[in-house]
């Protein structure tokens, strides 16, 4: 006579249509009193009972995977539509994007409890071979978040991710930064447009484009001695700029102060041509109806001011005239320790980092100092 399994593990029986050995396990009950029974399948009775005692394992260990049938898609779209509540839209769309064109067509139909540190491994391979090293530590981050959301809701043991580095990507295109003369042929050609204003903030301040878009008069001072302006928000999410550092008061150079002196004048046209239609929110840079300006606005009309001072409007991006603010202001000599205090980094090292290639070297007060002590004879 066939011993009666105890309570509590489970059933064993022969399935025949399906030609499999099938155990199943009570592993809970829902509100409504209902069973909640969890099955695995065997072609022998021993891999079908290998299979029980995992779950049971994993049931009393507090483990137990709630749906074996969740895949890598299912964990991220479900991180995509409620992970990032709080986040920008811009930040949305680029994990949208990057999700949708190189996470879940490689990886989204494998079941996230199959997922393995091998699979992670060799995708991140391949896209190493076309992507830059930024573009896959945002993907592996993205796939991170959700895999840490799903093993939260017990959708997967563990977050196998985590075991995989970042391999060496594509090398991304490289910042640069503007000479004096191609700077002064910006600033030339910024005259008589609604940009002037604000590329000459960029190229003289350093400020950081989504700062500048941010900007409102209240945090422009004029009239002051000396002159300045508080870079206190941005348009990130909340107006929050981008670390503790990047909170700072900077006195402006007179060219800024003509040019934002000018700029109501060409603000006003725009008011008065928008009507009703006009939203005054304060803003020094706005868009024809007095809304903050977006990143492609500034793109577009910084391209054409490029195009109009004789450069390759494909080759420049607006964060590059931050770059040349940082490059002119090391090559007339001015100290690491203020350049980093001026464009609100934490430290020196970030910005050695961002900008090494703009930056010039710097240590040559020892040699100034001996031919000083010790003159040619």
């Given at each position: 006579m066939t011993e009666r399994r105890s309570r509590g593990d489970g059933g064993l029986h022969w399935d025949e249509s399906r030609q499999r050995w099938i155990a199943s396990v009570t592993v809970g009950y829902t509100p409504a009193g209902?069973?909640?029974?969890?099955?695995?399948?065997?072609?022998?009775?021993t891999a079908a009972l290998k299979k029980l005692k995992e779950i049971v394992r994993d049931y009393e260990d507090g483990l137990l995977v709630s749906s074996t049938g969740y895949t890598v898609a299912d964990a991220v779209r479900n991180w995509l539509e409620f992970g990032l509540n709080g986040r920008g839209s811009a930040t949305v769309d680029k994990c949208t994007i990057l999700a949708n064109k190189h996470i879940i067509p490689a990886l989204g139909a494998r079941k996230l409890v199959d997922l393995t540190a091998d699979d992670v491994d060799r995708w991140l391979?391949?896209?190493a071979k076309e992507l830059s090293t930024r573009?896959?530590?945002?993907?592996r981050s993205i796939l991170v978040r959700a895999v840490n959301r799903a093993q939260a809701r017990d959708k997967v043991k563990r977050n196998v991710v985590l075991l995989c580095e970042i391999p060496k990507g594509r090398q991304g295109r490289p910042s640069k930064s503007l000479t004096?003369?191609?700077a002064e042929a910006v600033l030339k050609a910024s005259e008589g447009t609604a940009l002037h204003a604000y590329i000459v903030l960029s190229l003289l301040l350093g400020a950081r484009?989504?700062?500048?878009?941010?900007l409102?008069?209240?945090?422009?001072d004029l009239d002051g001695t000396p002159p300045s302006i508080m870079v206190w928000r941005s348009v990130r999410e909340g107006g929050d700029i981008k670390t503790r550092s990047s909170r700072r008061t900077l006195a402006m150079p007179r060219r800024c102060v003509d040019a934002l002196r000018l700029h109501p004048e060409r603000q006003d046209v725009a008011r008065k041509a928008a009507g009703a239609s006009w939203q005054d929110d304060d803003l020094v840079f706005a868009s024809k109806v007095g809304t903050e300006l977006d990143s492609h606005n500034v793109r577009r009309s910084f391209r054409s001011v490029l195009k109009k001072a004789g450069l390759n409007a494909e080759e420049w991006t607006p964060r590059e005239m931050r770059h040349s603010f940082v490059s002119l202001l090391s090559d007339s000599g001015i100290p690491l320790e203020n350049i980093s205090r001026l464009v609100g980094h934490r430290n020196t090292s970030v910005t050695e980092t961002v900008y090494r290639k703009q930056l010039r070297p710097m240590l040559l007060e020892g040699a100034e100092a001996m031919d000083k002590l010790f003159p040619d004879l």
């Open positions: 209902k069973r909640i029974v969890k099955k695995a399948s065997g072609r022998t009775k391979a391949a896209k573009t896959l530590r945002e993907l004096l003369e191609q484009t989504e700062e500048l878009r941010a409102t008069w209240s945090h422009v």
